[in-house]
T-cell receptor, first 113, second 115 residues
Framework: SQQGEEDPQALSIQEGENATMNCSYKTSINNLQWYRQNSGRGLVHLIL?????REKHSGRLRVTLDTSKKSSSLLITASRAADTASYFC?????????????FGQGTRLTINP | ETGVTQTPRHLVMGMTNKKSLKCEQHLGHNAMYWYKQSAKKPLELMFVYSLEERVENNSVPSRFSPECPNSSHLFLHLHTLQPEDSALYLCASSQDHLAGRGEQFFGPGTRLTVL
């Protein structure tokens, strides 16, 4: 299975601090994506990083990818209360065919005011 | 708003009922997906449709029956469900279904409770 696994499972920090979440996976990938989910709602795509990229930025988000270690990290800088949500990494494999996003179990992030 | 809508948002049904979940995407995408999200389990892919053809069926029990009448609409017909089928059912769409082509856009989900 190429299932991603996020670490930590839960993270609680103060507003203004930076939050770092990690993701590990098992097989070779085409790309890795990060999604956010507010409680009981749908997922929102945050950022996609391809297997030949090492780092990507989007606003306060910074994603790194280390294919040799099969791991990725998501950094949220200057966190805000609105960043409170669950964060999931998802991978797509190299095999041709239907796009199968394989999700991890997520990191529950709580930003305390 | 992601451009993907789902109805109903909440559904309670008995094990002998028949109900349907509806998903509609307004993004002009060619691929649509059904996922199941249960408590304490990763999101599970159920079905993938591309241009109204089913291209993936992830060993889902026959009590779940998908239907894709056109590239904008996707249904999940439910019958004789079990209590363990209670979950959040998420619909998503993407530009196409080929691996590595980009992100998926999710609807808000239907919270299903089977009594």
């Amino acid at each position: 299975s190429q299932q991603g696994e996020e670490d930590p499972q839960a993270l609680s920090i103060q507003e203004g601090e930076n939050a770092t979440m990690n993701c590990s996976y098992k097989t070779s990938i085409n790309n890795l994506q990060w999604y956010r989910q507010n409680s009981g709602r749908g997922l929102v795509h945050l950022i996609l990083i391809r297997s030949n990229e090492r780092e990507k930025h989007s606003g306060r988000l910074r994603v790194t990818l280390d294919t040799s270690k099969k791991s990725s990290s998501l950094l949220i800088t200057a966190s805000r209360a609105a960043d409170t949500a669950s964060y999931f990494c998802a991978t797509t494999g190299l095999a041709q065919g239907a796009q199968k996003l394989v999700f991890g179990q997520g990191t529950r992030l709580t930003i305390n005011p | 708003e992601t451009g993907v809508t789902q109805t109903p948002r909440h559904l309670v049904m008995g094990m002998t009922n028949k109900k349907s979940l509806k998903c509609e995407q307004h993004l002009g995408h060619n691929a649509m997906y059904w996922y199941k999200q249960s408590a304490k389990k990763p999101l599970e892919l159920m079905f993938v449709y591309s241009l109204e053809e089913r291209v993936e069926n992830n060993s889902v029990p026959s009590r779940f029956s998908p239907e894709c009448p056109n590239s904008s609409h996707l249904f999940l017909h439910l019958h004789t469900l079990q209590p363990e089928d209670s979950a959040l059912y998420l619909c998503a769409s993407s530009q196409d279904h080929l691996a590595g082509r980009g992100e998926q856009f999710f609807g808000p989900g239907t919270r299903l409770t089977v009594l």
